[in-house]
């Protein structure tokens, strides 16, 4: 009988796990992006009031997990006036992430 910490000697499975969860957080990236940028326009719309202390840590959660990939976009974007497409470039950037290692990395993990 195999043991089953070690039946996979050539650490496919380990790999496979591992692509799991990079797949996993990208999804979970994705769904922290779309709620920024409409938590942004809450803000933005006075919708929410800034002053609250939960508001505000949403807010700057929400910010501090996106803008380190937003500003780099944001800086190459020109200027639309007040429309801001960085979310989009970046959630594109996202979805070409994940397909790329759905199509061609985990079918090639043997």
């Known amino acids: ?7 996979d ?12 969860v990079v797949l996993l957080v990208l999804n979970l990236y994705t769904y922290v992006i779309i709620a920024s940028a409409i938590f942004s326009w809450l803000y933005a719309f006075n919708v929410v009031n800034p002053r609250n202390q939960v ?3 949403i807010g700057q959660m929400l910010y501090n997990l996106t803008e380190p990939l937003l500003r780099p976009i944001r800086r190459f ?9 960085s979310p989009i470039v970046l959630l594109l950037g996202v979805f070409l992430v994940q397909n790329i290692i759905i199509r061609y990395i985990y079918p090639n993990v043997f």
């Open 1 to 7: 009988m195999a043991d089953p910490f070690f039946a």
């Open 9 to 20: 000697p050539t650490g496919t499975d380990l790999m496979r796990a591992l692509l799991d």
């Open 55 to 57: 508001i505000s840590m």
């Open 77 to 85: 974007m020109p200027s639309l006036g007040g429309l801001d497409l």
